[in-house]
């Protein structure tokens, strides 16, 4: 990904790539890549920020109960490296609440904000939540 595009730049489309190889997990981590072009199309096309701020309160629900959900399948397959991985999940949601509760109605924190989430979610997804899959097998 280039660290110099906006995130209106970025392809918010789900590629093969991000396939775990786990359905319930791609199919959650699809409807989050989903959530977030959500909130990019409404910074782009409205610019109504408190549909904008429910929204990125919805992201923060919904990445608990992914989480959660993840790490109840790391559980199942004796994932070796789960408390590793618990402790990025709470980093991401004390970061996620922290980010938001802090932003402004700028523009310039929003894109801020969803390139982090993207850039995030690729690195997470393509590194930490593959190994979860090499662990079912």
């Known amino acids: 990904m280039n660290k110099n595009k906006s995130y209106s730049e970025l392809d918010l489309k789900w590629k093969d790539e991000y396939n775990t190889s786990i359905s319930e997990i791609d199919y959650q981590h699809q409807y989050f890549l989903s959530l977030v072009k959500r909130i990019t199309d409404i910074i782009t096309d409205t610019n109504n920020h408190i549909y904008c701020h429910r929204l990125f309160t919805e992201l923060i629900y ?5 989480f959660y959900s993840e ?5 199942k397959c004796n994932y070796g490296d789960i408390n590793n991985h618990k402790e990025m999940h709470r980093d991401l949601i004390d970061l996620l609440t922290n980010e938001i509760n802090s932003m402004s109605d700028n523009m310039a924190d929003y894109q801020h904000f969803i390139q982090f989430l993207l850039k995030w979610f690729v690195r997470h997804t393509m590194e930490e939540d593959k190994k979860i899959a090499a662990c079912m097998k």
């Open 62 to 66: 919904y990445a608990q109960f992914h």
């Open 71 to 75: 790490e109840t399948i790391m559980i």
